[in-house]
């Protein structure tokens, strides 16, 4: 099965689908805001589309598949407020869409485990805006019968978005908070699912994206700097670490997210099951 695929926000995840369904002889179209992501989207194989700026008409008349993956603001979804008529009216021969959240929408839990059942109780303001984001998709969804699938997504890393880099220039720090747990997944295995699904939809389905290791992300640091055979980088208790409001958000929350789901609806079989596998990828990958 081969079709066309427009991605809003076309970004790290879904250029790793795109390498995927380009070798598979698809067409993808990824939006971007700036020339130079659009030259960068070129070199992939992809066709860029600067929007909002150029005419989004063709595309959606093109486009049998969509992948939205760029994140709700203060105002909403940006492309369900721009584009959302636009989809909506094109929804009819739209056979999959693919909307990319997170985890963070089940807020803290203790460390305990959740699924794709557990209520919604986001901690941080962007768990909320995706919260916000998912109910706004599936309305749409409901009005216009557009086959939408939510993937709340663990935190993502893989070549170029790893721990080596600060590991390697003496910038890394294992932060610990008692009993902090994160779940996590290689960028890779985010386009096994996505196009797993692709090859078996089935709508208004919620799916976790996580490996099968939840784990302390002083234990991740750890595991980079002996991968490097260096140092281990110093321990810095969570209450003294200093962490900007972004980083500081990731330790509002602690929970192990199940991934049972894509295995048994989707026969994904992960390709880095734990972060031990992932990291050593990624420093194949890098070259390291």
Known sequence: MTGTLLSFGHGYSARALSARLLAQGWRVIGTTRTPDRADEIAATGAEPLIWPGAPLEPALRAA????????????????????????????????????????????????????????????????RRRVSAETAWRALAQDTGLPLHIFRLAGIYGPGRGPFEKVRNGTARRIVK????????????????????????????????????????????????????????????????????????????SKKVRNDRIKYELGVRLLYPTYRDGLRAVKADEGL
């Open 64 to 127: 049998t598949h969509l992948l939205v993956s760029a994140a709700p603001d203060a105002d909403g979804d940006p492309v369900l407020r721009a584009a959302g008529e636009a989809i909506a009216a094109h929804a009819r021969h739209v056979v999959w869409m693919g909307y990319l959240s997170t985890t963070g929408v089940y807020g803290d839990h203790g460390g305990d485990w959740v699924d794709e059942d557990t209520p919604l109780h986001p901690a941080t303001e962007r768990g």
């Open 178 to 253: 008692p009993g902090q747990v994160f779940s996590r997944i290689h960028v890779d295995d985010i386009a096994q699912v996505l196009a797993a699904s692709i090859a078996h939809p089935n709508p208004v389905r919620a799916y976790n994206v996580c490996d099968d290791d939840p784990a302390p992300p002083q234990d991740v640091i750890a595991e980079a700097a002996r991968l490097l055979g260096m140092p281990l980088p110093p321990e810095v208790p969570f209450e003294t670490a200093d962490l900007g409001p972004m980083a500081a958000s990731f330790y509002a929350e």
